[in-house]
């Protein structure tokens, strides 16, 4: 602890004071605080007092950390005010240092744009209901990468099953070395992938007035087939793909930069209802399961006879649904009865109410009235004490998710 600047563990406990916070407030979704894995990425949280930085040129600047002295680093962009915080981490492709900026920016008026809705998938990233073809996420490996990433994993189980039954179960050299290669290759991914979300999201909410997407629940799509001994699931290895599918696109990370980007660019984002949205007709609006045969790309209305891709039926409907919407209401989330005060203690008694449930469309469970007023969703993002905030309002209940 000697070698730590006192800075950093005064930030580490105040980043578990809010943790439990927020776990003890009956108005936000987190969860109780847990420990970090050892695998984890391993960062550094100073505030910005503590630090000072210096721009040397458009590329180059220096930044004075406790203990370490003058650090030069890229400048990747201008940081557009003065630092608040600073995070020094590393992962498997160096070491990143990150500014939290107070630049005192405010929702942007809006723009007058027409709005989309956009269909996040698997086969295809992202279907605009404006376009006609769907964009594609570029592969995040290369062959060659993919065929290096799957000797480095066979590579990693063979060390470490040697250093079970040999060495006590302590990696060796050799065997953090071949940690350090797959880290780096996952990071590399991990940084394609943001760059394809980050484009994205950028121009939806750039060149919409508002944008409807599916009001996904990712961890239930994700969720194992595996079963249990007595009732094993089927079909596990099929489900664990498509999982992997879902996860690589990265639809709750898309969702929260367009609930941000939306408010800087004048947009406005808008969360519908998934259920039926891939079975229903854009054209008619009768909602037949038969329409989508199997899992394939084509729509074939069994009403009115329209046919077109798949994805794109389904994003003009989020876009039909969208534009109804009523502004502020959205499906809240379970309610949490309030924690006591105190950090030093579990609460004894836990107490969660039932969730509202999701309103079935107007017309009841019939073909008719998929658009119904039931189906108004809407986020927006608004400015509270300061801090970028997202309210969610329904039937008479408010919520605030800091973002």
């Known amino acids: 602890m ?3 600047p006192a800075q950093a563990a005064q930030q580490v406990l105040r980043q578990l ?3 439990f916070d927020n776990w003890w407030n009956p108005e936000h979704p987190a969860g109780p605080p847990i420990f970090k894995k050892r695998s984890n990425r391993l960062t550094l949280p100073l505030p910005g007092q503590a630090v000072k930085v210096r ?6 600047a220096d930044v004075w950390l406790p203990k370490l002295g003058w650090i030069r680093f890229r400048l990747s962009r201008p940081l557009g005010g003065p ?3 600073v995070t020094v981490s590393r992962d498997g492709l160096g070491w990143h240092v990150a500014f939290g900026v107070a630049t005192g920016a405010k929702p942007a008026p809006p723009n007058g744009l027409p709005g989309c809705g956009v269909d996040f998938g698997v086969a295809c990233s992202a279907f605009v209901s404006t376009e006609m073809k769907p964009r594609l996420m570029p592969a995040t490996l290369t062959p060659g990468e993919r065929r290096r990433l799957l000797g480095l994993e066979r590579r990693k189980a063979r060390q470490i099953h040697w250093a079970r039954r040999h060495n006590r179960g302590r990696y060796s050299k050799r065997v953090r070395r071949t940690i350090d290669q797959i880290a ?4 590399r991914q991990a940084r394609r992938r943001a760059d394809f979300t980050h484009k994205l999201t950028t121009d939806l909410a750039k060149s919409h007035g508002w944008v409807g997407i599916e009001d996904l629940r990712v961890k239930h799509l994700t969720a194992t087939a595996a079963g249990t001994g007595e009732q094993p699931g089927r079909n596990v290895k099929q489900k664990a793909g498509l999982n992997r599918g ?3 696109n990265a639809p709750a990370e898309r969702r929260s930069q367009l609930a941000y980007k939306a408010a800087s660019f004048g947009s406005e984002l808008r969360l519908v209802l998934p259920a039926g949205t891939s079975q229903t007709c854009a054209a008619c609006g009768i909602r037949d399961p038969a329409s989508r045969p199997g899992c394939g790309r084509v729509f074939a209305c069994t009403s009115c006879g329209q046919q077109a891709h798949a994805d794109a039926n389904a994003a ?6 969208a534009a109804g919407q009523a502004v502020d209401s959205t499906r809240s989330r379970p309610h949490k009865t309030a924690r006591p005060s105190s950090r030093m203690r579990e609460p004894s008694e836990r107490r969660v109410s039932a969730a509202p449930g999701n309103l079935p469309p107007e017309g009841g469970r019939g073909c008719q009235g998929v658009f119904g007023s039931s189906q108004r969703l809407v986020m927006s993002g608004l400015e509270i004490h300061g801090e ?3 309210c969610f309002t329904r039937d008479d209940q408010k919520y605030v998710c800091r973002s």
């Open 316 to 321: 003009k409907v989020i876009e039909l649904i």
């Open 17 to 19: 004071d809010r943790a």
């Open 83 to 85: 630092a608040r915080n």
């Open 184 to 187: 780096k290759l996952r990071a």
């Open 55 to 60: 721009t040397l040129n458009h590329k180059w």
């Open 388 to 390: 970028n905030r997202h």
């Open 2 to 4: 000697a070698d730590l």
């Open 246 to 248: 879902i996860l690589d």
